[in-house]
């Protein structure tokens, strides 16, 4: 069945460090693709999505490209912050499954220390 | 832009008690889910709904029920609480069953 795998954490990074998060999937088809950010004590916000082969989604200097060859849709930031501390979970649409419209990965928590 | 509201954001019920958690969109999404979200286990799927009056098992479905008795509310009902669903609830919404999820807020909710 379709599944998202994603790099445990937590990650701490210093203020204006580079962030990877590593997400991969597995699917059938070409599903689209998600990176969802829950700050502390509230519910999740879509941050980016892609929805084909070779698409970068962006969004307050996050990117993320969707590479189909590799099944993988890796979140990076060229200069985190501290309000950036937050947790970043990698969804993929689960179309044709039956198990509700978006499977997620299991989250990585990220800490900006200043 | 679209809203998703869970009707409370705390809440500390007793063990065995009837507890419902409302969850309200204001932007006629036809799809609405209920999740539950545990340290070290990510969100887990409860119940879904993809039409007014039609409801689907997720993956932990045991000791929980829905209602959706109109298209804007979904809700989740802990048919006598126990502490093992000391947890947080988010419910979302979707325009498609490929498009993205919105989420409300997040219910924390406390059985003692």
């Known amino acids: 069945g379709n599944s998202v795998t994603q790099m445990e954490g937590p990650v701490t990074l210093s203020e204006e460090a580079f962030l990877t998060i590593n997400c991969t999937y597995t699917?059938?088809?070409?599903?689209?693709l998600f990176w969802y950010v829950q700050y502390p004590g509230e519910g999740l916000q879509l941050l980016l999505k892609?929805?084909?082969?070779?698409d970068k989604g962006s969004n307050k200097g996050f990117e993320a490209t969707y590479r189909k060859e590799t099944t993988s849709f890796h979140l990076e930031k060229g200069s985190v912050q501290v309000s950036d501390s937050a947790v970043y979970f990698c969804?993929?649409?689960?179309?044709?499954?039956?198990?509700?419209?978006?499977?997620f990965g299991k989250g990585t928590k990220l800490s900006v220390k200043p | 832009d679209v809203k998703v509201t869970q009707s409370s954001r705390y809440l500390v019920k007793r063990t065995g008690e009837k507890v419902f958690l409302e969850c309200v969109q204001d932007m006629d999404h036809e799809n609405m889910f209920w999740y539950r979200q545990d340290p070290g286990l990510g969100l887990r799927l409860i119940y879904f709904?993809?039409?007014?009056?039609?409801?689907e098992k997720g993956d932990i479905p045991e000791g929980y029920s829905v209602s959706r008795e109109k298209k804007e509310r979904f809700s989740l009902i802990l048919e006598s609480a126990s502490t093992n669903q000391t947890s947080m609830y988010l419910c979302?919404?979707?325009?498609?069953?490929?498009?993205?999820?919105?989420f409300g807020q997040g219910t924390r909710l406390t059985v003692v």
């Open positions: 969804a993929l649409a689960n179309y044709g499954g039956s198990q509700g419209n978006l499977i």
């Open positions: 709904s993809y039409d007014v009056k039609m409801k």
């Open positions: 979302a919404s979707s325009l498609s069953k490929q498009g993205e999820a919105f």
């Open positions: 699917a059938t088809g070409y599903p689209s």
């Open positions: 892609a929805t084909k082969a070779d």
